[in-house]
């Protein structure tokens, strides 16, 4: 018995024994990862056919949002996904590439090697967590789909089609079919298709606003500084009033599209007054110490930027998103490209200009002079709005020429929101030298775009694409997204507008907003390094023979107030309005771009004072949205009513200011007398009206749009009809 006892211990504490080291050993064993990559986004250049059943993208390059915890992370493996997210191979998968923790929470980025082609089969991006002993590839948020719902955009397009057949007896859509391709033509008048078939001196490039008050007789086209006060002489001897538009868009049109262009005078518009003529040639040189470029008040902003990169000079991050804008024209409105760190506002770069006033004399205003002798005048001119006479030269700071990369990704909107582990929308985008998004808010999804200056050597054929898109009118004629457009503004609870806001952003993901050439072709692409003019700016689309009814909703908030702001536009997007309609916004999406705010001009609306704080970021949000034709007011207020019940509570609810050359359908102005009538600009515009009547004090410059902005005259009284 006793034997048997000592084995029974003998073998208790073996066990034991075995216990302790087997749980020792257990906890020495090498130990996978368990955290996986929070998101994951990758750039790519689109395949040689943009309607290819089965494209081969190129991929360029990957985003990877790192673990909350990478303790026990040493890398990240990154592998072709299948149709079921898992590696595309299994077990023999190719490594794509092996990206090290950083361990700082920043986002890693890695370029993948050129020509880097999509394997056939391949439907996601992957990303696992790894170290040493092994991999973790979960199935939630570590892989991105790289294809494209192919079948879904073809039954899309095809219920769009239907829907336009359907619905033909709907106000405006039959007429649709011709009015604005600019010919008076099918069962058009002046009354029903006036951007057609009506008599006007001047349009707007979206024709939107069409100047009717003055006859076409009186529009000038000036060559030279002689001729512009000769004409200047002319409207004094004749008691009549003048107004300039930059002419530089599509059949003369203006740049801007308010009542701003419009005068019942003499138009005189500056198309021809540029470097064409060879006493307005463009040179370099020095003023009041500041490397400049001398430039004439017509010339093209994108031509000027080439000219300048030729001789590796630059006008850095100024140039807008839209190529169209004469210099003294973007000027005029503080017109803006989007940077929420740089200077992006070209009035803020103006070192001088020469004015022909009122009085006809040519006169020379400057940072150096009047903008010590006369702070309040000098911050007048940099947002001149044409009321101060006519420009003819400015002098602009220039910088070396640079580079920009940019990269384009798709996102789900709770990135911006609920899931900004940045804060705030304005924290998120603050990285980029060049930074915006295009907002789907119907579909909950959004395009970020984001550029840094580099010095890597810009790609051959590198350019934007973002108002120029790849347009295949064999799928959906121009005539059926005109009509379409139109359906869905007759009847809003047709989902017309949803089903084109979903073409729009798929047709982004297909063919992206970039191109750059590979192999002698040109290839849309979400990554490219072009020189930054190039890069960040526009064409607007002009070889569909047609204009778009295009108008833009479009004000700038300042950053204390932009999450706030953004917010609620959500929820007005989603039905929260008193229409309670969900607002898709399909043309392009809701346009969210940024901009330096400066104490620089008293009236750029972006400006800094009354509520905007110098040195931070404002926030411009942008609603370009399609005008329909034909239909009653009560029908055209039902449509257009939730997008000015928008405008009005940024404006009196979150400080917002509104584009003076945008917010105008049919030459109405409320927007403006709104913010006049609060006083969103303080004792700013008083300051300003002041200055305007030293200058032009019997209002030769005066027009409607400057009553409706709260200007007055020493010796001017504005018409009863105005």
């Known amino acids: 018995m006793k034997h048997i006892k000592e084995i029974k211990i003998g073998i208790l504490l073996i066990t034991s024994l075995l216990f302790v080291s087997s749980s020792f050993a257990s906890a020495s064993l090498p130990q996978k990862p368990k955290g996986a990559a929070e998101?994951?986004?990758?750039?790519?250049?689109?395949?040689?056919?943009?309607?290819?059943?089965?494209?081969?993208?190129?991929?360029?390059?990957?985003?990877?949002?790192?673990?909350?915890?990478?303790?026990?992370?040493t890398h990240y493996n990154v592998y072709w996904g299948d149709v079921l997210n898992n590696k595309l191979g299994l077990l023999l998968a190719p490594r794509l590439?092996?990206?090290?923790?950083?361990?700082?929470?920043?986002?890693?980025?890695?370029?993948?090697?050129?020509?880097?082609?999509?394997?056939?089969?391949?439907?996601?991006?992957?990303?696992?967590?790894?170290?040493e002993y092994g991999e973790y590839c979960p199935k939630e948020n570590n892989f991105?789909?790289?294809?494209?719902?192919?079948?879904?955009?073809?039954?899309?397009?095809?219920?769009?089609?239907?829907?336009?057949?359907?619905?033909?007896?709907?106000?405006?859509?039959?007429?649709?079919?011709?009015?604005?391709?600019?010919?008076?033509?099918?069962?058009?008048?002046?009354?029903?298709?006036?951007?057609?078939?009506?008599?006007?001196?001047?349009?707007?490039?979206?024709?939107?606003v069409l100047c009717d008050e003055a006859s076409l007789q009186s529009v000038y086209h000036p060559t030279s500084v002689e001729e512009i006060q000769s004409i200047v002489k002319l409207?004094?001897?004749?008691?009549?009033?003048?107004?300039?538009?930059?002419?530089?868009?599509?059949?003369?049109?203006?740049?801007?599209?308010s009542g701003i262009i419009c005068t019942d005078g003499i138009t005189m518009i500056m198309d021809k007054f540029d470097h064409s003529q060879a006493e307005l040639d463009m040179k370099l040189e020095t003023f009041e110490g500041i490397q400049v470029v001398n430039v004439a008040s017509g010339t093209n902003l994108h031509e000027l930027g080439e000219w300048l990169f030729e001789r590796d000079k630059g006008l850095g991050y100024i140039h807008l998103g839209w190529r169209h804008a004469s210099v003294a024209g973007a000027i005029g409105t503080s017109a803006h490209g989007s940077s929420p760190k740089n200077r992006n506002i070209l009035s803020h770069s103006v070192v001088s200009m020469d004015i022909v006033g009122s009085d006809g004399q040519l006169r020379t205003y400057s940072r150096g002079t009047t903008g010590k002798t006369d702070p309040d005048l000098?911050?007048?001119?940099?947002?001149?709005?044409?009321?101060?006479?006519?420009?003819?030269?400015?002098?602009?700071?220039?910088?070396?020429?640079?580079?920009?990369?940019?990269?384009?990704?798709?996102?789900?909107?709770?990135?911006?929101?609920?899931?900004?582990?940045?804060?705030?929308?304005?924290?998120?985008?603050k990285e980029c030298d060049y930074g915006q998004y295009n907002w789907f808010p119907s579909l909950g999804q959004y395009l970020r775009t984001c550029?840094?200056?580099?010095?890597?050597?810009?790609?051959l054929g590198a350019n934007n694409r973002l108002i120029f898109p790849y347009v295949d009118t064999s799928s959906l004629s121009i005539e059926e997204t005109m009509q379409a457009f139109q359906v869905g503004s007759a009847d809003p609870s047709i989902d017309t507008h949803q089903s084109m806001a979903y073409l729009r952003r798929n047709g982004w993901h297909i063919t992206p907003p970039l191109i750059k050439t590979i192999a002698g072709e040109t290839r849309y692409t979400t990554n490219a390094i072009g020189p930054t003019h190039r890069i960040i700016s526009s064409k607007l689309i002009d070889n569909v023979g047609r204009e778009m009814r295009q108008m833009d909703w479009e004000v700038a908030v300042p950053e204390e107030n932009a999450q706030a702001a953004i917010e609620y536009i959500r929820d007005w997007a989603k039905g929260f309005n008193n229409a309670n309609r969900s607002m898709p916004v399909p043309l392009i999406g809701i346009f969210i771009r940024f901009s330096k705010i400066e104490d620089a001009s008293l009236m750029a609306y972006t400006g800094a004072g009354n509520g905007f704080t110098d040195g931070?970021?404002?926030?411009?949000?942008?609603?370009?949205?399609?005008v329909p034709i034909g239909l009653?007011?009560?029908?055209?207020?039902?449509?257009?009513?939730?997008?000015?019940?928008?405008?009005?509570?940024?404006?009196?609810?979150?400080?917002?200011?509104?584009?003076?050359?945008?917010?105008?359908?049919?030459?109405?102005?409320?927007?403006?007398?709104?913010q006049r009538d609060i006083g969103a600009y303080g004792d700013f515009l008083d300051r300003y009206s002041a200055k305007i009547g030293q200058v032009d004090p019997n209002g030769m410059f005066a027009n409607k749009f400057a009553k409706s902005i709260g200007i007055k005259y020493p010796n001017f009284i504005y018409p009863k009809d105005w």
Request: charged share 25%.
């Open 39 to 73: 998101k994951v986004r990758v750039t790519y250049t689109a395949g040689r056919n943009p309607k290819s059943i089965m494209p081969v993208r190129l991929l360029e390059g990957i985003e990877i949002w790192p673990a909350s915890n990478e303790s026990n992370i």
């Open 97 to 131: 590439a092996k990206i090290d923790a950083k361990k700082d929470g920043s986002v890693l980025e890695y370029e993948f090697p050129e020509n880097f082609k999509m394997e056939v089969g391949a439907f996601y991006i992957l990303v696992c967590s790894a170290n």
């Open 144 to 208: 991105e789909k790289i294809t494209d719902p192919l079948l879904s955009i073809y039954n899309k397009l095809n219920h769009v089609k239907g829907l336009v057949g359907d619905n033909q007896h709907l106000p405006g859509v039959e007429l649709m079919a011709t009015c604005s391709d600019l010919i008076c033509n099918g069962n058009e008048t002046p009354e029903s298709c006036p951007s057609d078939c009506g008599e006007y001196g001047q349009a707007s490039f979206n024709f939107m």
């Open 235 to 257: 409207a004094n001897k004749n008691g009549v009033r003048i107004k300039v538009s930059s002419g530089q868009t599509k059949n003369n049109t203006a740049g801007s599209a």
């Open 378 to 429: 000098w911050k007048s001119v940099l947002t001149h709005m044409g009321y101060f006479g006519i420009i003819t030269r400015l002098r602009l700071e220039v910088q070396p020429a640079t580079n920009t990369h940019v990269k384009i990704t798709f996102h789900d909107e709770k990135e911006l929101f609920e899931e900004n582990r940045k804060g705030s929308v304005i924290a998120d985008i």
């Open 451 to 459: 550029g840094k200056t580099t010095t890597a050597k810009s790609e």
């Open 616 to 626: 931070t970021t404002a926030m411009h949000i942008e609603l370009p949205i399609f």
């Open 632 to 674: 009653s007011d009560q029908e055209f207020n039902h449509y257009m009513g939730p997008y000015e019940e928008a405008m009005r509570m940024l404006i009196t609810k979150h400080g917002a200011r509104a584009h003076w050359g945008k917010n105008t359908h049919s030459k109405d102005s409320w927007v403006f007398e709104l």
